[in-house]
């Protein structure tokens, strides 16, 4: 039995290989066009612009972790209260913003896609 790239032709794709994250990728972008647009902002705040439910939060908080490990986004405690995070975008979380808008402005069906789109508050 040979073996091509290291998987053996018998195996089978474990559920991680065939498992998607368009969801998670989705909040990602998302969460970095809200905060172009509204700037810094804590984590319930998040939450709520984007419609996460209770039960998902802490897997928006890895979401917000992973952003902060990519060098898009920094958190800081808030000037008020030590035990709230505050999250802004870095320079370079603002150029990916801004690459983001400007595809969005190129091609304005993105906006049909879950990805680019998100509730403004009126």
């Known amino acids: ?3 091509k790239r290291g998987v053996s032709k018998t195996t089978k794709p474990s559920s991680d290989q065939t498992k998607t994250y368009l969801h998670q990728d989705n909040k990602r972008v998302r969460t970095l ?7 810094r902002m804590n984590q319930n705040r998040l939450q709520h612009t984007q419609e996460i439910k209770r039960g998902t ?5 890895n979401i917000l ?7 898009l986004l920094k958190s ?15 320079d370079k979380g603002k150029d990916l913003a801004k690459e983001i808008i400007t595809l969005v402005d190129k091609f304005p069906e993105l906006e049909n896609f879950e990805t680019f789109f998100h509730k403004k508050d009126t």
């Open 33 to 39: 066009l809200i905060l172009h647009e509204k700037g």
């Open 1 to 3: 039995m040979g073996v």
């Open 76 to 90: 800081e405690p808030s000037e008020y209260r030590s035990d709230v995070k505050m999250f802004d975008l870095t």
């Open 57 to 61: 939060w802490k897997k928006y908080n």
């Open 65 to 71: 972790t992973e952003l902060e490990n990519y060098g």
